[in-house]
């Protein structure tokens, strides 16, 4: 699990000395709390007019108190109906506390009043990103830029989009750009270690990651994400010491104990503590379905069905659409012996999921276990489809072939099993 940043809002601040403190801040608010501080004085002395308020209201939003900032931007609003900025920085507002509706209406109303304001299409751009509608996001972005080029938010906005759409390369020039812009930005290399490691670049994603602890030693999430890719490239060596440190600057990160109990999980000899630490996670981040399937994986893999099926289960009552955790609940309804309900959660992954090899193989076992053999070799046949090197799937079909007399398939396909795969058995 990496540490996936948020997209980048544009705060419309009036004073200046505010926002040079708040980018200096590394993650300190206390300049923030600062400013809330100044901004109050001011208003309690009767001096204050829309600017201040507005001035806090950023600082609240900042510092996740979306309802103070709501209030203190709508005394804005009043004080002044016609600034464009107030309408976009109420937006934000409710954005952050999930009344987009509201949120849309401001930044609409935003535009209308200046539609040369670009912090109010990428803001709004955010929202269209924030509700699924990843097109309608892509155009704010593009319209941001053409009114400010090198908008390094609308940039990194964006290239979040594209990764999102399944179009790494576009987001890689988003992000390159973006770092050309702004070089040594935390965020920037984070996203370009991403994108790398989804275009199969190991080496470059670590290379970015690398280049933040450098810059940043106390960057819990670098080291968290670098430990991830070491991870995924099965370099458990490098990947322990990387989470260990995640762990040390970042107690409280329950994305660092699921990913240690990933690696434990694929740690010889040590699987049976990764349900530990993805409790752990749990405990941080109750009710999280990704984090209940991985400590249903690891409880499968050391031999406690009954625990797995459990979790499995809450994960699918938390999220009904992720034909993963059927496929999970299915497997551990198979070592339990409930056939028939393993059969029901492989045909759900399958409806839910792009059909895979693995799935269709594991409904081929449960048919057969079933005695419906006709079901089992559709079943491989549709895994061969899907993977015509599926070894697994020539070699379950062939042992069905044996049972029903047809020994010449069978013959052939345990030729193409043991052609795809000397070892298998």
């Known amino acids: 699990m990496t540490t996936k940043r948020p997209l980048l809002k544009m705060r419309n601040y009036f004073v200046g000395a505010l926002s040079q403190?708040?980018?200096?801040?590394?993650?300190?608010d206390k300049p923030l709390r600062a400013a809330v501080h100044s901004c109050t004085q001011v208003i309690d002395a009767g001096k204050a007019g829309p600017a201040v308020y507005s001035e806090r209201g950023c600082a609240w939003l900042d510092l996740g108190e979306p309802q103070k900032a709501l209030a203190d931007f709508n005394k804005a609003i009043k004080a002044d109906p016609n600034d464009a900025a107030l309408y976009s920085n109420r937006g934000d507002a409710y954005a952050e506390l999930g009344k987009y509706e509201l949120a849309f209406t401001d930044y609409n109303r935003a535009i209308k009043t200046d539609p040369r304001l670009a912090s109010a299409y990428n803001n709004r751009g955010q929202a269209y990103a924030e509700t699924g509608d990843l097109e309608a996001a892509i155009e704010d972005f593009n319209q941001a830029l053409k009114l400010q080029r090198g908008?390094?938010?609308?940039?990194y906005n964006r290239g979040w989009v594209y990764f999102d759409l399944d179009k790494p390369e576009k987001a890689l020039k988003d992000f390159q750009a973006a770092l050309k812009l702004e070089p040594g930005s935390a965020e920037i290399l984070g996203s370009l270690g991403e994108v790398y490691q989804e275009l199969?670049?190991?080496a470059k994603a670590i290379a970015q990651f690398t280049e933040i602890i450098k810059r940043y030693p106390k960057s819990g999430y670098a080291y968290n994400d670098r430990g991830l890719v070491y991870l995924e490239e099965g370099n458990l060596e490098k990947a322990y010491p990387d989470f260990e440190m995640a762990l040390r600057l970042s107690p409280h990160d329950s994305g660092v104990y699921n990913n240690f109990g990933l690696l434990f999980a694929s740690t010889k000899g040590r699987e049976t503590e990764a349900p530990v630490y993805f409790t752990a996670a749990l405990?941080?981040?109750?009710?999280?379905?990704?984090?209940?399937?991985?400590?249903?994986?690891?409880?499968l893999q050391i031999g406690r069905a009954k625990l797995a099926l459990n979790d499995f289960t809450k994960a699918i009552d938390l999220d009904p659409e992720v034909g993963l955790y059927h496929f999970g609940r299915g497997l551990a309804n198979y070592d339990l012996g409930e056939m028939k309900a393993a059969k029901e959660d492989f045909t759900e992954a399958l409806e839910l999921e792009p059909p895979t090899a693995e799935i269709?193989?594991?409904r081929a076992q449960v048919c057969t276990e079933l005695e419906d053999y006709k079901s089992a070799l559709?079943?491989?046949?549709?895994?061969?489809?899907?993977?015509?090197?599926?070894?697994?799937?020539?070699?379950?079909?062939?042992?069905?072939?044996?049972?029903?007399?047809?020994?010449?398939?069978a013959k052939a396909n345990t030729a193409k099993a043991l052609k795809l795969d000397p070892k298998i058995k």
């Open 21 to 28: 403190a708040y980018e200096g801040g590394q993650g300190d």
């Open 283 to 299: 405990r941080l981040s109750p009710n999280t379905p990704l984090y209940l399937f991985n400590r249903g994986d690891a409880y």
């Open 378 to 409: 559709a079943d491989y046949a549709a895994a061969i489809a899907a993977d015509p090197h599926c070894a697994t799937a020539y070699f379950s079909r062939a042992a069905i072939y044996q049972d029903m007399g047809k020994y010449a398939l």
């Open 151 to 155: 908008l390094v938010s609308s940039m």
């Open 360 to 362: 269709y193989c594991n």
């Open 200 to 202: 199969g670049q190991p």
